[in-house]
T-cell receptor, first 110, second 118 residues
Framework: ELKVEQNPLFLSMQEGKNYTIYCNYS?????LYWYRQDPGKSLESLFV?????AVKQEGRLMASLDTKARLSTLHITAAVHDLSATYFC??????????FGTGTRLQVFP | KAGVTQTPRYLIKTRGQQVTLSCSPI?????VSWYQQTPGQGLQFLFE???????NKGNFPGRFSGRQFSNSRSEMNVSTLELGDSALYLC?????????????????FGPGTRLTVL
């Protein structure tokens, strides 16, 4: 059974700093998704990563996938307050079903 | 293009009652999935429908059921509600078509229905 772990669970960071969120998964998959959720809101799709070595960037966020290590990272560059949210990775279990990680709650302060 | 809509947005029920939640996918999307989100268990997959057929099912008791109509709208039903069923129920739709060799199944989420069981 596919298990997806994220760390850290909570991340409090100062504006302007860089940090990385990690997403590990337990069985082979080559389709991984990153979502963002603001408090009280639904999930917004950020990135779709489909192959080993895939890298996607949007603004201050960059996501990468290493299928051999079963690891994806979401890197935040020069954080700003608007990035405060909970970030989820989700992995396709090869039956088109998404298994979500625990989420990383990010808080950016001045 | 309108997004995924869910009704109602909020619902309060008591233990033992049943509830039906509704989801209208993005126009043209035929795949609909349901998830339960709780602080303790996180986001858990309930089931997925495509063309009125259930394709996938998560590890939930039989009290949780769903269906999809010919217009792709979907409903989920929870019978004999328990306190632990209090959660945000999210519906997601995608343009994914099984067996067509599409690369991925990107899902777009609705705003959710927040169910409180007293």
């Amino acid at each position: 059974e596919l298990k997806v772990e994220q760390n850290p669970l909570f991340l409090s960071m100062q504006e302007g700093k860089n940090y990385t969120i990690y997403c590990n998964y337990s069985t082979t998959s080559d389709r991984l998704y990153w979502y963002r959720q603001d408090p009280g809101k639904s999930l917004e799709s950020l990135f779709v990563l489909l192959s080993n070595g895939a890298v996607k960037q949007e603004g201050r966020l960059m996501a990468s996938l290493d299928t051999k290590a079963r690891l994806s990272t979401l890197h935040i560059t020069a954080a700003v307050h608007d990035l405060s949210a909970t970030y989820f990775c989700a992995v396709d279990d090869n039956t088109d079903k998404l298994i979500f990680g625990t989420g990383t709650r990010l808080q950016v302060f001045p | 293009k309108a997004g995924v809509t869910q009704t109602p947005r909020y619902l309060i029920k008591t233990r033992g009652q049943q509830v039906t939640l509704s989801c209208s996918p993005i126009s043209g999307h035929r795949s609909v999935s349901w998830y339960q989100q709780t602080p303790g268990q996180g986001l858990q997959f309930l089931f997925e429908y495509f063309s009125e057929t259930q394709r996938n099912k998560g590890n939930f008791p039989g009290r949780f059921s769903g269906r999809q109509f010919s217009n792709s709208r979907s409903e989920m039903n929870v019978s004999t509600l328990e306190l632990g069923d209090s959660a945000l129920y999210l519906c997601a739709s995608s343009s994914f078509i099984p067996g067509q060799g599409q690369e991925y199944n990107e899902q777009f989420f609705g705003p959710g229905t927040r169910l409180t069981v007293l």
